[in-house]
C-alpha cells in the first residue's frame, strides 16, 4: 500500500561533529514525533584538505521517488520515507504493539490500543507520499578564504558524513554524496572580507535540500544515498550571506 497526502514540518536534527555513529533504537521510546539526530562516518577523514569529490551513486535497490519535500523530518517520518522510496510498506502493526501505549495496556486492552495506534500511525505515514527531497537545517563553520577557488569551505559539508534517525528498532541514514564538491561556497572576496570582519567566529547557519537519489537496506533500517541540490547560508542574526544551487 502506498500513502497519498501533504507533507508535516518537524524539529530539525542536530549535526554532531564526531566520528562515530548514534547508538540503536530503543523501543521503550517509540514515537512518530521524536526528531532525529544526525553522525559522521567513523570512517572521516577530518584534517587535511578536502578529499576529491566522488560520483553520485544510484547503487543499492531499486527507488521511487516523487517531487514531495519533507522540511526537518523526525524519526518516523524518516523511517516511513525510506520504505516509500524502495517501495515496501512499512511495518505499522509491529510498530504499533511497540509503542509504550501499547506495552503498558493490560491483556485485555492491550489489542484494541495497539489498533488505534496503528490507525494513527497510518495516517502519520500519508504525509510522507511521493518523497523525494529532503530539507535540514544545521550549521557550520568554515575556514580562511580559498583565494584561488574563490570561496569558502563549509566543514559540515562532507561527503563522509551523513544524518541519522532511529525509530522502531531501526537506524535509518541520509548520505551527502557530493559533499566535498558542495562545500565550496562561492562569493566573492569584498563580500567574504565584509562577512568576515563582521564575526567574531566563522559559524553561519545552513537550510539545505537534499534528492533523495539511492538507497540500501541495512539490518531492520537502511541508507538513503542524497545529492546536495541547493543550500542558503545565513548568520545568527537569519541574515542571509548568500547559497549554492547545484545541477
Do not use: H
Request: aromatic share 8%.
Amino acid at each position: 500500500m502506498r500513502f497519498s497526502g501533504k507533507f508535516a514540518i518537524a524539529i530539525a536534527p542536530a549535526l554532531l561533529m564526531v566520528a562515530a555513529c548514534s547508538g540503536g533504537d530503543d523501543t521503550e521510546n517509540v514515537d512518530p514525533n521524536a526528531t532525529g539526530e544526525a553522525a559522521a562516518d567513523a570512517a572521516a577523514s577530518v584534517g587535511g584538505s578536502p578529499m576529491a569529490d566522488k560520483p553520485v551513486q544510484s547503487t543499492g535497490v531499486p527507488i521511487t521517488v516523487g517531487e514531495g519535500v519533507l522540511s526537518s523530518p523526525n524519526d518516523f517520518q524518516m523511517a516511513v520515507a525510506f520504505y516509500e522510496v524502495i517501495g515496501l510498506e512499512p511495518p505499522l502493526d509491529q510498530w504499533a504493539k511497540e509503542d509504550p501505549r501499547a506495552r503498558s495496556a493490560n491483556e485485555f486492552d492491550r489489542q484494541s490500543v495497539a489498533s488505534r495506534v496503528q490507525q494513527e500511525l497510518l495516517l502519520a505515514a500519508r504525509s510522507v507520499a511521493g518523497v523525494g527531497y529532503v530539507e535540514l537545517n544545521t550549521s557550520s563553520r568554515f575556514g580562511e578564504y580559498d583565494m584561488a577557488a574563490q570561496g569558502f569551505r563549509l566543514d559540515a559539508l562532507d561527503s563522509s558524513r551523513f544524518y541519522t534517525w532511529n525509530y522502531g528498532g531501526g537506524q535509518y541514514k541520509l548520505t551527502m554524496e557530493n559533499g566535498n564538491g558542495a562545500s565550496l561556497w562561492k562569493i566573492g572576496q569584498d563580500d567574504a572580507r565584509s562577512i568576515v570582519e563582521s564575526m567574531s567566529y566563522r559559524q553561519v547557519d545552513l537550510k539545505l535540500r537534499i534528492k533523495i537519489v539511492g538507497a540500501m537496506p541495512e539490518g531492520q533500517g537502511g541508507t538513503l544515498k542524497g545529492k546536495i541540490v541547493a543550500y542558503e547560508v545565513f548568520d545568527s542574526n537569519e541574515r542571509k550571506l548568500g547559497g549554492m544551487v547545484f545541477k
